[in-house]
């Protein structure tokens, strides 16, 4: 090879490596951008379940004040408590995604035991909710004709009818 092909080599490499890498940050940005359009949107989200949540309470709370049989501290926990959900809410919103996870990092490495637990009480409320997803889902799914979930019964009835006609030796 002679010194100019050596040269346009090296030259044509080093473009190759500058594209690569600009095309590699032109992604990387990219990435960025969409995950943080949706953390805006979770967040957004998260936001409208907290108010209504809020709201909720409040009337709940309401509904407790105007009950005569219902002791005050009752009514009085349950205004505190959605006064406090829609102060979140209102936090929430007003931050960026970015400043949130920062936030939360921030309570993790000052409160380790109150953050484990948190996240363990998040885990837990996420599971329940699941769980009752899942069991209005296999209701649902219960009522539909030729749903699985009917089939899987007569299924199991025939399994039933069997065993109970298999004699006690076994086979």
Same mark, same amino acid.
């Given at each position: 090879?002679?010194?100019?092909?050596?040269?346009?080599?090296?030259?044509?490499?080093?473009?190759?490596?500058?594209?690569?890498?600009?095309?590699?940050?032109?992604?990387?940005?990219? =990435?960025?951008?969409?995950?943080?359009?949706?953390?805006?949107?979770?967040?957004?989200?998260?936001?409208?379940?907290?108010?209504?949540?809020?709201?909720?309470?409040?009337?709940?709370?309401?509904?407790?004040?105007?009950?005569?049989?219902?002791?005050?501290? $009752?009514?009085?926990?349950?205004?505190? $408590?959605?006064?406090?959900?829609?102060?979140?809410?209102?936090?929430?919103?007003?931050?960026?995604?970015?400043?949130?996870?920062?936030? $939360?990092?921030?309570?993790?490495?000052?409160?380790?035991?109150?953050?484990?637990?948190? =996240?363990?009480?998040?885990?837990?409320?996420?599971?329940? $909710?699941?769980?009752?997803?899942?069991?209005?889902?296999?209701?649902?799914?219960?009522?539909?004709?030729?749903?699985?979930?009917?089939?899987?019964?007569?299924?199991?009835?025939?399994?039933?009818?069997?065993?109970?006609?298999?004699?006690?030796?076994?086979?």
């Amino acid at each position: 090879m002679t010194a100019t092909t050596q040269s346009g080599a090296q030259n044509s490499d080093a473009d190759i490596k500058q594209e690569l890498k600009e095309n590699a940050n032109k992604i990387a940005d990219s =990435a960025k951008k969409q995950a943080e359009g949706q953390a805006r949107s979770t967040r957004d989200q998260a936001v409208k379940a907290a108010q209504s949540t809020s709201s909720a309470i409040e009337t709940a709370a309401q509904d407790l004040r105007e009950d005569a049989d219902t002791p005050d501290w $009752v009514a009085g926990m349950f205004g505190s $408590v959605a006064k406090q959900i829609s102060q979140f809410a209102q936090q929430a919103d007003a931050k960026e995604p970015q400043d949130m996870l920062r936030t $939360v990092q921030d309570f993790g490495r000052s409160n380790p035991t109150a953050f484990l637990a948190g =996240a363990a009480a998040v885990g837990f409320a996420a599971g329940r $909710v699941m769980r009752a997803g899942a069991e209005q889902h296999d209701a649902i799914g219960a009522v539909s004709p030729g749903s699985s979930a009917e089939h899987s019964r007569s299924n199991d009835a025939e399994t039933q009818n069997r065993s109970s006609h298999t004699p006690q030796g076994g086979f």
